[in-house]
């Protein structure tokens, strides 16, 4: 079978890569996974303590076993203090983005809103709940920040996310962009959105006028109700 293993920060220092394809035997466990791991890349053994395993986006002890088409990622601490926040349970600040994306070399600024309204397929909206994994989640954040600052040669990117119950009305994310000239930055802008939805774990569920609630699931992981 194969798996597809994903390592960030400092695991993907060790392993010399972000993402590789492992075959191995059907039924491997975790711990058997750590194993063969270890046998290539030893400067891993200490660090296990410390680290997270997620299969499919959710975290695994080392007696699951794995199967064909799995997604394994190995998930360092995430430093709650030592980095921008991107994820947040408070209402969103838009001058703490343009505080972190702002800088000489920009001629051009860009700051979108996601908002959530008051209607989804024809259906009255209350509110909207975000959920999220939150290691994969940040992770992925300043994955995609990275990515497209070095695609587009932006002078920055930033991406911060509300999670918890939002009434319609509040931003659930906002994107800052800045880069040299306008283009750059307008596309840069709408990829981080498109990115967002495609690939960092943050999930909705979505509460109607007549009681009802829905999970929205089927369209992305992420999917902000603005824009």
Not at 78 to 98: D, H, K, Q, T, Y
Not at 131 to 158: G, K, N, P, T
Not at 190 to 204: H, N, Q
Request: glycine fraction near 8%; proline fraction near 5%.
């Amino acid at each position: 079978m194969d798996i597809q293993l994903l390592a960030f920060a400092s695991v993907s220092d060790v392993l010399g890569t972000r993402q590789l394809t492992m075959s191995l035997p059907t039924g491997t466990s975790i711990q058997q996974l750590k194993s063969r791991l270890e046998q290539d890349h030893p400067d891993l053994r200490p660090m296990w303590e410390g680290l997270a395993v997620a299969v499919n986006g959710e975290l695994a002890s080392d007696e699951v076993s794995l199967k064909d088409g799995d997604e394994v990622a190995l998930l360092p601490p995430v430093s709650g203090g030592a980095g921008p926040e991107r994820l947040v349970e408070e209402p969103l600040s838009a001058s703490n983005v343009l505080d972190r994306v702002r800088g000489p070399g920009s001629g051009a600024v860009v700051v979108f809103f996601g908002d959530v309204r008051d209607n989804f397929g024809g259906r009255p909206v209350q509110s909207i709940t975000y959920s999220a994994y939150r290691l994969m989640a940040h992770d992925r954040l300043a994955r995609i920040e990275a990515e497209l600052e070095e695609e587009f040669e932006c002078s920055s990117v930033a991406i911060v996310h509300r999670l918890g119950h939002l009434e319609v009305g509040e931003s659930s994310v906002i994107i800052g962009v800045s880069a040299p000239h306008r283009e750059m930055a307008y596309t840069a802008s709408r990829r981080a959105l498109e990115r967002l939805k495609a690939e960092v774990p943050i999930w909705k569920k979505e509460h109607y006028a007549d009681g009802e609630e829905s999970w929205r699931e089927e369209e992305a992981l992420a999917a902000p109700s603005g824009g």
